[in-house]
């Protein structure tokens, strides 16, 4: 059973910058590709970006394209989102997700694994 933990939300002025990490436990990260998904108050959970495997294969949605990187560290067991740029439309639980395998993907329904989220919150 895999267990995701993230860290690194909080409160930050629009235009600053917070790193979010997730730190999977109970089995070999390399195995699982990984992504974070956001939502904020009354709206649907959704994707921000996603890596594969090896870490080579990354996609960022439109929204955030530009601002936010994702990276992995398969050796820490760690993976992080990079937010600059913030802006208060930004302000979101944010998700740390895995699913196992090849490939990745955008659609929520195909991560098994969900962490239980950090809140990010820009003000303007």
């Known amino acids: 059973q895999v267990q995701l933990v993230e860290s690194g939300g909080g409160l930050v002025q629009a235009g600053g910058s917070l790193t979010l990490s997730c730190v999977p436990s109970g089995a070999t990260f390399s195995n699982y590709a990984m992504a974070w998904f956001r939502q904020a108050p009354g709206k649907d959970r959704d994707f921000v970006a996603a890596?594969?495997?090896?870490?080579?294969?990354?996609i960022i949605a439109d929204s955030v394209k530009g601002r936010f990187t994702i990276s992995r560290d398969n050796a820490k067991n760690t993976v992080a989102l990079k937010m600059n740029s913030l802006k208060p439309e930004d302000t979101a639980v944010y998700y740390c997700a895995a699913r196992r395998g090849l490939g990745i993907y955008t659609d929520k329904s195909t991560y098994n694994y969900w962490g239980q989220g950090t809140q990010v919150t820009v003000a303007s």
């Open positions: 890596i594969s495997l090896s870490g080579r294969s990354t």
